[in-house]
Every structure is written in structure tokens, then in C-alpha cells.
């Protein structure tokens, strides 16, 4: 329970649909791409590589979906981690512009392969709304939608008054929030094992329990596991926050924070906590974040935690997080609470790049339902020669943590607390 965070007694894995367990890798093999890692970032590779003709091995250390990609909040949040008026001040207008551009794109090709494999994943599409957690928080609001309107081009994004955001949810400390309405929810397993059907129907060799314990990236890849070998002429390492010491080099660039998930009882009347299907969240440092299930329970998912240990009893670590925001539901019995790891990076905005022949996206900073779609798509198109898109994806690369792989998560720790405190005060 305590390695793997409880993601055997998830919502998420009491409600998967059946996925028959692909045989673990044994003895050597060949192959165009040879994929690391079954979350989103390697079942987007692997399917967008084998539709374009490629011959691909796919490597799953546990099984499909374990990772961040089976347990988190499904929630559908357009855009980045850095919101569109952060993008333009870094960047410029025009620069933000193609890279909201992406990430857009990104939001398209997930409903696309959504509808063309028919995954049945609890899909919503009614919108995300970012709760106000301060009335200070209005300002960056109005200056975010703004800028998404007139200079992204974009007109899906409003702000909220405090009435107006109240009648969405009935949360406590709410002053208003910014809603989009291209947001939305889904069921992030049963999302990442349609996936998996479909990488195996367009022909991609999946393999579970086959935990790569080295690769090699300077001339074409080699990875390998306790009992096999694939050979390949490209990679793709998608392991995210579990990468432990398979890449050392890059390893330093993202960070692990866990965080923890309640699923709540049915709800009796689950439209007078969150109206409309909403995916929600608020505007803390250390975001809280919910949304209903398709039977009505409250997964809510948040709080902070600065030691290195899991708490021992996840449900009872949450719930005052939730019982803050929905003082209503003091009474509700959870039945569901897991935890996860959440890679994020020094700029909240991903790292994605090569080392030799080998591929690698990981540390969406919380922000990883969406964009593994494009990152899929973009890294087979690099192998395919054209790497324009790539390009642009790899200039965002995140400044590596003060201290290393070795450093960096005592001297984040300080600076998260630094920002919860912010929030307190
Ligand atoms: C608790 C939590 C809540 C979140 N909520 C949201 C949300 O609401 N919205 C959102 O957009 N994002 C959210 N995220 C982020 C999002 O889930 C991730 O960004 C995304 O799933 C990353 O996908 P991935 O495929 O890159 O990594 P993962 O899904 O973590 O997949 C990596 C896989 O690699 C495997 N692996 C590791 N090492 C090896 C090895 N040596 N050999 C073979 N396989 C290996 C692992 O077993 C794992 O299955 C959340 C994350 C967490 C943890």
C-alpha cells in the first residue's frame, strides 16, 4: 500500500474496465521504436508511431495506466501550467501565440482519438472553472481572460463574479473564478487503457511487469529488463515521475510531489455541490481540485504535505482539505483514497527532448491529461525527420532544481512552504 500509494484501491481501479494483462518481455527482440513507460506520454507515442508505419515495442515496468496517468484528477484543462498572459511576457505575443496554438491542438487530438477509438471514459466537456481562492485573484483573472480574448484569439474563457461562481459550486471561500468553457473531466484509467486497446489494434507489441533496468540512446536504443532485450533504431522514455536512475541526465529537471485523492459516497443531490459537470479548481499555490464522478461521488484531490513519508491514513489526510471547501459534506462517508506522484519542473512548463536516438516529455506540472496527445504526434514526427514542432517544444526546457537530482527536494520543500504560507496570509 505504502510503495504504490493505494492505486489498487482507487476509485479508478474499483471502476476500470477489463484489460487482459499483456505478457511480460522475454528473451530479444527488434523493433522501429521501442517505448518506455504505458502512461499517456508512451500510449500517444507508441499509437501515433505505429500508425505511421513504425514497428513498436511498448515497455510497462507494473501495468498500463499505474502511473500518474491511471490515477489522477481527469481533469481537462486547456492551455499550459503558465497561463496565456505568463506565456506572453515570457515569450512575446507571438511566440505565446504558437505555443497556446499547441496546446489547443492538443485539447483537439485527445476528443478526436477519444471519438475514433470509441473509448468509453466517462468523458464531460462542460468546462473548467478556477476558483478564486482571494479576491486578490480577480485581477490576474480579468488580466488572464483578457489576454486569452484579445490576443489569443480566444473567446472561451470568462471571469466569474463571487454569485456567479457560488451558483456553479457550492464551495466556502469562493470570490469569483474563471471558467473555460473547452475544459473538462474525464476517467483518467479507463482513458489510458482505451489507449492501450488501441496502440494494440494498430499492431503496437505491449508488454507488462517489464520494468526497463538500462538503456542505451548514443547510436539507435537498446533497453533492457531483467529477462529481455528490445532493440530499436528510436526511443521514447515516458516515465515521467517514476523515471528513478533509468536517465540521470534529465532526471534533475523534474520534481516528485505526491499528492492525495478522495472519492466520496454517491452524493445525494451531487448538482448542488458542482452544477453543470464542471471540472474545478482553485487558485492556491497548492491547488485543490474536483469534480463529480458518473455516479455522483465527490473525488476531490489537494492538500499539502511536506515530508517525504505518505500519510498513513490517506482519507483522513484529505479530508479537511475537502470539509474546508465543502463544510456540507462533513458527514460524507469516502470510500476511495489514493495518492499519486505529480512530476513537476522549476518553470511548470514541461521538458521534452532527445539524448541520442532517445525521446523524452515529462513534468506537465499537473497539467498531463491533455497535452501527451501532441507530444505523441510531435515525437513521431521528429523520428520521421521533421522536427519543427519538436523544436519549439524543446525550447521550453525547465532550468534544472537548485541541487540536482540529489538536492532538489529538500530545497523545494522550503519553497513550497513559502508559497503555502503566501496562501494562508
Ligand atoms: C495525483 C495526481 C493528480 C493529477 N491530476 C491531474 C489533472 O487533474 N489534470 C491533469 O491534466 N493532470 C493531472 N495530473 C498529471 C498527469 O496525470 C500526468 O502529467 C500524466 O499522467 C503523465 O503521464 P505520463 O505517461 O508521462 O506518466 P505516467 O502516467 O506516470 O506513466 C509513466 C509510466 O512509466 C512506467 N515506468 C516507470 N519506470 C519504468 C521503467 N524503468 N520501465 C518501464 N516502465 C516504467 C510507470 O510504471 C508508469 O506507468 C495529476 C497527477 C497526479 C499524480
Known sequence: ????????????????????????????????????????????????????????VLLEAERIGWGASGRNGGQMIPGWRKGAAELVKRYG???????????????????????????DCDLTTNGHLTLAAKPADLSWMDAEAETLERRMAYPNARVLDANEARA???????????????????????????LANAAGRAGVTLHEHSRVVSVEHQRHVTARTER???????????????????????????????NYLVATEPLSEPARIIADGLAVSDSRFVVDYFRLSAEGRLIFGG???????????????VRPFLQRTFPQLRGARIDYAWGGLVSITMSRLPHIGRLGDLFFAHGYSGQGVLLPALIGKVLTEAMRGTAETFDVLAGLAPPEFPGGAALRSPLHVLGMLWYALRDRL
Open 1 to 56: 500500500m505504502r510503495r504504490d500509494l493505494g492505486f489498487e484501491r482507487s476509485y479508478y481501479a474499483a471502476t476500470a474496465h477489463a484489460f487482459k494483462l499483456a505478457p511480460p518481455l522475454e528473451g530479444e527482440t527488434e523493433s522501429d521504436v521501442v517505448v518506455i513507460g504505458g502512461g499517456y506520454t508512451g500510449l500517444h507515442a507508441a499509437l501515433n508511431a505505429a500508425e505511421c508505419g513504425f514497428k513498436v
Open 93 to 119: 505575443e507571438a511566440h505565446a501565440k504558437t505555443l497556446f496554438g499547441l496546446a489547443l491542438e492538443s485539447r483537439s487530438l485527445t476528443l478526436e482519438r477519444i471519438a475514433k477509438h470509441n473509448i
Open 168 to 194: 456553479k459550486v457550492a464551495a466556502d471561500g469562493v470570490f469569483g473564478g474563471l471558467l473555460d468553457e473547452c475544459g473538462g473531466h474525464l476517467h483518467p484509467l479507463n482513458y489510458a487503457l482505451g
Open 228 to 258: 529481455g532485450v528490445v532493440r530499436a533504431r528510436f526511443g521514447v522514455l515516458g516515465c515521467d515521475a517514476l523515471i528513478g536512475h533509468l536517465a540521470p541526465r534529465i532526471a534533475g529537471r523534474i520534481m516528485p510531489v505526491a
Open 303 to 317: 492538500g499539502e504535505r511536506y515530508t517525504p513519508d505518505p500519510p498513513v491514513d490517506f482519507a483522513a489526510f
